[in-house]
Every structure is written in C-alpha cells, then in structure tokens.
C-alpha cells in the first residue's frame, strides 16, 4: 500500500482569520449568477429543463407531449438530435441524472402548474417563462454549490484567505458564471461532482466515510458523462492500493449507482451507453460528428486557439498548470497524482474528438469540467507568486482578465453570432483559429443581451393568482371607442352587441375566426401593425381577453429581434419568439412581407407561432426546423437561436 503524507496545513505565516462562511460564498455566486436575468439555452438543454416537470405532472420519463412542437418542425438531415425514440415515445438522449437531482426543486413550480384554471397547455407562454427561469434557477444553485463545496475542501489544506480567493477564482473567472450556471447544460453537474470528489479526497485520512463520498461523488460524474468515466480508472487504483477497508466503501456507490444507469440504458435504449453518443453521420450539413482525429490538433485548439482555448478564455490557468506540475514534484496533497492523470486522460480523450470545440457555446466548455482541479493548484503555487511582486501583479491582472471575458459570455452572448457567421463553425473549424475575428471581441461588440427573464416576471406573478378571474375588470370604455366595423378592420374581437348589428358575420359571444381556428386573434407585425394593434388594445382595455392579448404583445415585442444578413422567422417551443430576419430591408417579416402572427387570448403557444414562421434547416445545434406556415416560403439560410429585442426595434419596424 502506498503510503501518503500528510496533508500541508495552514501556511505559516498567514492570518489566522476568521474564514468567511461557505454559505455566504455560495449566496454571493448565485446572485452574480442571476444579475444578468438571462438564461443561455440551446437544444442541448431542452431534455433537462422539460424532464423535472415531465417526472412531476406525467409521473412520467417520456417527454412527448412536451416536445411535440419541435419533433413536428424537425428536419431530414439531424432530426431532432437531442431525442430518441424508445418504446414508442420519445426521451432524452442525454442522461437522466441531472434532471432526476434538481427535480426536487421543481416541486413547487409543477404544484402551481397543476392548479392553473385554466390549466397551461404546453408552449403556453407562461410555462414557456417558468420552464425558463427553473431551468437558470437549477443551473445558477447548482453551480454555486460547486464552489461552497470546493471552498469547504481548500480550507482543509490552506488559509481562508487562499482558500476563499481560489473558489472566487473557480466561480467568476471560468466556465461555471458563462456556461453552467446559465443553462442546464451537464457541465454544471459535473463540476459539483469532482469538487465533491475534492471534499472527499481532503477529508482526514482516519474518516471512514472519505472514501465512500469519493465513490459517491464519481458515481454520480460517470452517470453524467460517460467520458467521466476516464476520471474514475485511477482511483480504482488508488483506492485498491489503499486496501480493502476503504475500496469497499469507495467501490459500493460506484456499482449501485452504476447498475442503475446501465440498466435504465439497455431497457430504454437496448445499448449500455444509452441514447448518447451515438453515431453521426458525416455529411456536409452534420453536427456532432464524431470522428478520429490527431490528438494534437485537438489538444492544441483546446489550450491555445481563440475560439476554444482555455489559456485564452482563462489566462489564470497558467498558474494551475504550473501549481498542478509543483503538486506532482513534491506529492504532498492527497492522491494528487491520482487526479492529475485523471485530468490528462480527460483532456486526451476531448482532444481526439471529431468536435473537440464542443459545437456551439462561448468557451471551452469540455475543459470547464476540470476547473476544481485547477482551483486546487492555484494552493500550492500562490506562496512563489505572493513572494514576487511582478508576478503577483501579473497574476491578478490575468485574473481580472479571465472575469472579464466570463462576463462577456454571460451578459453578451450569443450576440455577434459568431458560431454561425460567416460560416457555420462546425462545418468550418478552420475559424476557431481567426485571431482577429475570436468570439469574446465579436460577442463584446455586439453588446447586451436583453435580460429576458426580467421582463417574464409579469407573467410569473400572474401563476400565484391565475384562474377563470386572473385578468383585470373591464375599465369604461371611453366615448367614441371603435364601432364595429372598425373593430372587424383591425381584428378586435366583438362585443355582444357589435356581434348583433345587421350585417356583421360573428355570431354572438363568439371569437371565432375560421381562416386561423376557434379563440383566435390576430396581430400584424409587419410596418408599424404592431405598435397600432398594441395601441389600439391598450386603449381598448375593457375585455379581458384584449388586455390579455396585449400583454402577450408586449412579450413578443420585448422578444423580437432584427438580424441582418439572415432571411427568415425562427421561434422555439420553450424560447418566446425570435425574429432573426431582413427581408427587402429593415423590416419584420413572417410568411410574407406583412405576416399575420397568430396569439390565443389566454396562453400564446409559440407552436402556433412557430408555424407562422419562415424555418431554418440549422438552429442550435442543427435541429433541422421546415417551413410550416400556410404561405411561407422555402428558404435556406443560417440562423440561429438566442437573441432577443435589440434597443433598434423601432428602427427595424
């Protein structure tokens, strides 16, 4: 058995302070993480941010009724890539662990959904705000638990004032404030699990649990990603060399969970790595390819390029790789070179990915998974920094950098749309290596993203109250308001009366119009239609249904976004509804030049607009979308899937 030393305590000389609570670590991270009032979501994260709800309100994996609008616009080539079909229904293609952890907190969220009377009809707009802001909510919470449970484990070993600057470090100047804690991604989960393992790992050697939260801890990262997996092989070793009194605790988590995962694979999807990966094929217009390719094309895109490199986007890693060589020379932390082949078998194993970018995102967010690690080498290498004066200055300032540019990503992008233009960057990586066209400066100059989760907090509020009486009463309707015939003109439903005058053809009491189906209205988004329909709704007022309906106007408007270069309407089934069009200028369009947006009075579903809307063959990650509106045109034309309301609205329209 191979003997360990001891663990390095406190440095000498530091002050011993008071250490600052890991709670209070955690509640200041989760507020920077949802300042920005936004949540980054592509197709990836559709399976995670349905299936809690899924698993509450159907008691059910399955996610058909869920996702029906997306697999009816899906295209021919890619298909709706983040689904698999499986005993007739469709699940998820990624593991279920994550979404099956954070269920728990969807509990109250699926309890005012079940109430609802009306109830939400899937795509509903106020389900589409609250499917949103859990999905950041779970992402945000779990990525701020990530570093209290890092910081926990580095005060194990160093001061509370290096311990405290490490976790500050992992948490603002990395992936976890751009990517994890903006969408519900598995990166964040992952980066919970080996800071656990770090926990465990530093725990007093004489513990009898250290080694089963060690084995907890990776189970639950190998569930995550099967590429995890390469973490775990050297700490089967480990934990052997170690003895039976503590492989036995390490391995049990490791075969419980494990059977589980693989199980739950075989049944649903007849292989034992599940519905993910799976082979793609490589076509001109593919994604995720997944191909044999140099080890050091990969390695030296995902370390130095502009795109994906991880020096690039976090100059603060040079130290880690510095303090990770110190740490394995002097082999004073415990399994120190357990975790740092684990890390080198990672980084190997994305290298050699056909997609070792990682597709469509700001950053290298394969690598953002080893930062715990990497925060933990910032312990031994800070004494020699500290020491130096230039080098502390530099190392700051390489700090200060690396949260400037996971700023940009979490308050910026997608905007500058840099994954999709000139070139689709998974059909050209080649581009990932333009120094003076990166990601952070065209994301930078594209400026703020709007804070759409700000502005769904109207509708949030209207969850706690709503029923048949949610709406506001009808206000007196002023004098000289619009008679009937002027009503008709601009599609405002009728009153009892107006339904009653001679020649009107609407029956009494009724909404229907049947060119567009029962409940119907009508909003024209094309010149200044919508500004005038918004006008003439507000000053309406008086049914509940009008007022309703200019709310949902609003959000549309607040939602919308011109995009030049492009051609062409996209919405998703859980993103509010984004024009990324110009067409014949700077003005929205839909099917035609003047399209007709389609709104129901009380929910809005976005499957409706969607259908409204002219559709791209790539969205996100290639989820191919065709045209389904009565009269929209073909076209081909990339777009993508993100942005909101840029400050030139009226401009556009």
Known sequence: MEPETQSPQTEPGARQDRPVSPWLVFLLLFVIYNINFRCVRFEDSLPS????????????????????????????VNGVYFLRKSHGHWMSSYPVIMPLAITPLYVLPAWLVARQNPPLHQGDILLTTLIDWMAKLSASLMTALSALILYSALRKIASPDLSLLATLVYGLAGTPWSISSQGLWRHGFTQLCFAGLLWGLLQEESSRRRSFWCGLALAGAAANNAVNTIVVLPFLIYFARRGRREFVPFFAPLV???????????????????????????TAAGFHVYKAAPVWEGAAGLLFSPGRGLLFFMPWTILALWGMALAWKENRLPAVRYVIVGMMGFFAAHSALGTWWG???????????????????????????????????????????????????????????????????????????DWKDNPIRRTWNAGRARPELFYGLFLLGNLVKRNQNLLPPPRQRKQGGYGSGERERLGLPLSREQAKSPG??????????????????????????????????????????????????????????????????????????????????????????????????????EHELVQQFVHSEEIGHGAGFEPLGREAPQRNSHLRLGHTLGDNFEQAT
């Open 504 to 605: 009107c053809e609407k029956r009494a009491g009724s909404d229907r119009d049947d060119t567009l189906g029962p409940r119907t209205e009508r909003a024209d988004i094309g010149g200044k239609g919508l500004y005038s329909r918004i006008g003439q709704t507000s000053q309406e007022g008086a049914k509940s249904e009008e007022y309703f309906l200019a709310q949902q106007i609003e959000v549309v408007k607040e939602q919308v976004q011109p995009a030049p270069v492009f051609g062409g309407l996209v919405a998703g089934p859980f993103g509010v509804a984004e024009v990324l069009a110009e067409f014949g200028g700077q003005r929205l369009i839909g099917a035609a030049q003047h399209a007709e947006l389609e709104l129901e009075p009380h929910s809005g579903p």
């Open 256 to 282: 419980v969970l494990g059977s589980l995962v693989l199980g739950y694979n075989f049944y649903f999807f007849g292989k034992l790595l599940g519905g993910y990966p799976r082979v793609w094929t490589a």
């Open 49 to 76: 941010r349905l299936l809690p709800f899924s698993l509450l309100l159907d008691h059910s994996l399955y996610l058909d009724r869920w996702v029906a609008p997306y697999v009816a616009s899906a295209g021919p």
């Open 359 to 433: 597709g469509w995102c700001f950053g290298p967010r394969y690598m953002g998974d080893l930062l715990p690690f990497l925060a933990l080498f910032l312990i031994p290498v800070w004494p020699q920094v500290r020491s130096r004066r230039p080098l502390a200055a530099a190392a700051f300032a390489a700090i200060a950098v690396s949260i400037g540019i996971q700023a940009v990503g979490a308050f910026c992008y997608p905007r500058g749309e840099w994954d999709a233009r000139p070139a689709n960057i998974d059909w050209n990586p080649q581009r990932l290596w």
